[in-house]
């Protein structure tokens, strides 16, 4: 299969695994995509939860959101399907979820342009509060006149929150941050590109 869409061996066994759930599983999801009221993508929404599921609780989920499904997009399938899964085994998804949570972690990936992403995989109330603590400092200070756009500020604000060793005030001034050329950071090794010079926001330490 893989070979004739010409396609990973991942994705071959993804859309498989996927056809297999539809016939074996969930046939009222199956209905529903015969019936044109959803597509395959959306299918794979009912699928992809309740594949922890075992086969009777799988397709009494599929039953539950069969007629839902039509007129919604796919954030929104998932999410109702989750709510169901939840619902016919909340033991598991207690279990899941204290499961998921000895997997959090910090991710660093260098991209280009002298640019990397740090990410976090968080219990949802902890990454809910960090955020809204991040935009309430980045809100203080575009209402404070700063000219920075939102996303900068909630970039800059995040970075301060961890480069700073100043404890972060409610008045969110952000003072670590100035304007430096991110040729200093290269001559210290933090970036890995000695040929080129930038200029942006960045952390100047004291």
Known sequence: MALALAISENAARIK????????????????????????????????????????????????????????????????????????????GAVARAEARRRERRVELRHGDDAMATLS?????????????????????????GDQRTMDQLRADVFADLL?????????CVSRGWTKISLSDAIQKGSICDREHTYSGWGFRGR
């Open 163 to 171: 480069l700073s060793d100043r404890p972060c005030h409610d008045n």
């Open 16 to 91: 498989i695994g996927l056809a297999r759930d539809l016939v074996t599983r969930l046939p009222e999801t199956l209905g529903a995509l015969s019936r044109g009221e959803i597509d395959l993508y959306k299918a794979s929404k009912v699928s992809e939860p309740t594949a922890v599921l075992s086969d009777s609780r799988a397709r009494e989920v599929a039953a539950a959101v069969s007629g839902r499904l039509a007129g919604r997009d796919a954030s929104s399938i998932r999410r109702m399907v989750n709510r169901a899964v939840q619902k016919v085994d909340p033991e």
């Open 120 to 144: 976090a995989e968080l219990p949802a109330e902890v990454a809910s509060a960090a955020y809204a603590r991040i935009d309430r400092c980045a809100r203080a200070l575009r209402n404070a």
